[in-house]
């Protein structure tokens, strides 16, 4: 993923806790500073969720 020049915003509604996906923060840090993450849940504007509701996955 890392040659994707443009990043894009694909509609896929989740619900009832399915696409959770859980680790302790030295393994997300991991994912992240090894470029292993591959999609994050945002807004209909490309905004990270973040956490916050009811964007409630955190990254």
């Known amino acids: 993923m890392r040659n994707i020049s443009d990043f ?3 509609d896929l509604p989740v619900r009832n806790g399915e696409g959770k996906f859980y680790a302790k923060a030295d393994i997300l840090a ?3 500073e090894n470029h292993l993450v591959a999609a994050r849940y945002a ?3 490309g905004a990270v969720a973040g956490g916050k ?3 409630r996955i955190i990254e």
């Open 8 to 10: 894009f915003v694909v």
């Open 30 to 32: 991991t994912l992240q």
């Open 43 to 45: 807004d209909a504007a």
């Open 53 to 55: 509701f009811p964007r």
